[in-house]
């Protein structure tokens, strides 16, 4: 997969193990990537780049909004500039935490965990939809994702497989059909807990 | 916490503790005596004669460089309110600048000056934020006339480099709105205040070449200046008492000896007042002059009830003369230390945009090493600097 497709850039690696990693990121509110975004960091050099979903999201504070949070009044014109700034100008520190799903290599993806964490301070930029389609071209993306205990993953599920569905609907092939395939793939994974394969399928009902 | 076995120094808390102690006692002394200095200093206020004597007396005085002089023929005890906040549409701009200065030990040498501003419109947007970096390495900006790596020197070119981009931003802005009023405003003193030498001396025309710009294009400048040091009011108080021949007279009236302007104003300010306009006889000050841009100061109360916040406002002579510009300034700055309670808002956000960051220099640093790696070149910091990296992630 090609690493020059222009997309934005959230962040830097703050700290990374094999099954994911958190980024450090400074950027205005509007930009901020939501739960369940692909985003792919460097890996080996740049040779590599590992496939990671966004699965939390935490807004720090800082002397700053703790100065202003103890004012500011969203009702007072006083503040009307400043709460915009803050809001969608300001780079709001926030830390993002991402689960590996995968790793491509050149135009090959692989699935499962990367061979090496992304290091310190690599920048992570968010995947385009069409590197996000063709990492959910198969379901095998979701194996390493159900295997995971650290990250709320049934949840994580149903909201990718939500996003997926609409880039792989086609003239031949629906959405409907996607998701008939996904919950094939779980109905296979997730055979030996029942409850938890209701769940998933409920909210993707 | 150190890892077991782990025998570095730290701080040592339980072995300062009888200096903690005396720095307590000295502070609580040094409030007790300000108490009784500020008793005489409002006697002296109340019995000072009208500002025009006061300004005659403080241009015979001796050593009036320490020594405020009213400008204007307003009681110096006098205070003066404004509006809460400006009139809609006016523009404030703040500047403020950080670097990375070069490093011997550092994998090259190099420093990097970055200068960050705010453009703040009270019309209900959302402010414009912008920022300059310049990476600098060459041999003529990394040493000075004798060889010598510079030190102080990226000091003045930060200076510089500072009052440059808000001119720029001013100019910028006026283009686009050619009638509304734009406060500029610096994070510090306005007089330049490098001592003089060759490139002090350039520096410091760059410097007044770029008021010029900032007049030209309309600028209300003004430098914000917060916890000012100095005791110019005070001993102009003290001067204030002089009768007949105003220097032997003034030396014969015991000076106080911890009371400052800030403690003074921070008892007579009440909040969101500030004080007349006065200006240092300093030699700086008469060259600025001499320029066309001599500095003024006030100070202003930008605290609440009970919690006074004293700041110095500097601003150029061409900016004090217009009453109307004084009231606009004022209620400016007003507005902008109230939403972040003493600090302009602008002023806050100019700084975190200029910031360099520890993190940021690491960065710059990896890119570097992998740039030169990449053309085959090994280069690397000093052992030393090794070191410290190590030894700093214990904090």
């Known amino acids: 997969m090609s690493s020059k497709t222009a997309t934005l850039t959230i962040g830097n690696v703050l700290r990374s193990d094999i099954r994911g990693f958190v980024v450090a990121s400074r950027i205005p509110e509007p930009d901020v990537p939501t739960f369940g975004t692909f985003v792919r960091a460097p890996i080996q050099q740049g040779n590599a780049h590992l496939i990671g979903l966004v699965y939390d999201i935490r807004l720090q504070d800082d002397p700053f909004l703790r100065d202003l949070a103890v004012s500011a009044a969203e009702s007072d014109p006083d503040f009307a500039e400043v709460i915009r700034d803050q809001r969608e100008v300001r780079a709001v520190p926030v830390e993002i935490s991402v689960v590996a799903v995968g790793y491509t290599r050149g135009d090959e993806i692989a699935y499962g965990l990367p061979p090496q964490p992304p290091m310190i301070l690599h920048r992570i930029q968010v995947c385009s939809k069409e590197e996000a389609r063709r990492i959910t071209a198969k379901p095998d993306f979701l194996r390493p994702l159900l295997d995971n205990r650290d990250a709320p993953v049934d949840e994580l599920v149903v909201r990718v497989l939500q996003r997926a569905a609409p880039l792989h609907s086609t003239s031949s092939t629906t959405r409907e059909d996607y998701l008939l395939q996904a919950s094939r793939y779980l109905a296979r994974f997730l055979a030996r807990e029942p409850l938890r394969l209701e769940t998933i399928l409920r909210q993707l009902a | ?395």
């Open chain 2, 1 to 395: 916490m150190s890892a077991p076995g782990y025998n570095g120094a730290m701080l040592r808390l339980e072995r300062l503790r009888q200096d903690i102690q005396e720095l307590s006692r000295r502070v609580i002394e040094r409030q007790r005596r300000n108490a009784a200095e500020l008793k005489t200093i409002r006697r002296w206020f109340d019995a000072a004669p009208a500002a025009h004597v006061i300004r005659e007396q403080v241009t015979s005085a001796q050593r009036t460089d320490r020594v405020a002089q009213p400008v204007t023929d307003a009681p110096v005890g006098a205070q003066f309110t404004s509006n809460p906040s400006p009139p809609p549409n006016t523009v404030v701009i703040g500047v403020d600048g950080s670097q990375i200065p070069p490093d011997h030990h550092a994998t090259v040498l190099y420093y990097v000056l970055q200068v960050g501003g705010l453009i703040f419109h009270y019309n209900g947007e959302a402010p414009f934020p912008h920022t300059e970096t310049r990476l600098y390495f060459e041999e003529a900006d990394l040493y000075d006339a004798e060889g010598l790596l510079i030190t102080t020197q990226l000091g003045m070119r930060r200076t510089v480099a500072e009052l440059e981009f808000l001119a720029d931003l001013v100019e910028s802005e006026r283009r686009r709105t050619p009638d509304t009023p734009i406060l500029a405003l610096t994070d510090g003193p306005l007089l330049w205040p490098y001592r003089p030498g060759d490139e002090a001396n350039r520096s410091r025309d760059a410097y007044l070449a770029v008021f010029d710009r900032l007049q030209a294009a309309g600028g209300i400048l003004a430098g914000f200046v917060e916890r000012p040091g100095g005791r110019y009011v005070v001993e102009m108080a003290r001067v204030s008492q002089a009768a007949g021949d105003m220097a032997s007279a003034y030396d014969g009236i015991e000076a106080p000896g911890h009371l400052d302007d800030q403690a003074l104003m921070a008892e007579m300010l009440a909040p969101g007042a500030r004080s007349p306009w006065f200006a240092r006889l300093s030699e700086t000050n008469d060259i600025q002059a001499r320029r066309g841009h001599e500095i003024r100061f006030c100070y202003l109360n930008v605290g609440e009830t009970g919690y006074p916040v004293v700041a110095r406002i500097d601003a150029p002579s061409w900016v004090v003369e217009d009453a109307g510009t004084i009231s606009l300034l004022h209620a400016a700055l007003q507005h902008q230390t109230r939403v972040l309670h003493g600090n302009p808002y602008v002023l806050a956000r100019a700084h975190e945009l200029a910031l360099v960051t520890s993190q940021d220099k690491a960065l710059l640093e990896s890119v570097l090493h992998r740039a030169l790696m990449e053309q085959g070149i090994v280069a690397r910091p000093s052992e030393k600097a090794r070191q410290k990296a190590y030894l700093s992630r214990r904090r």
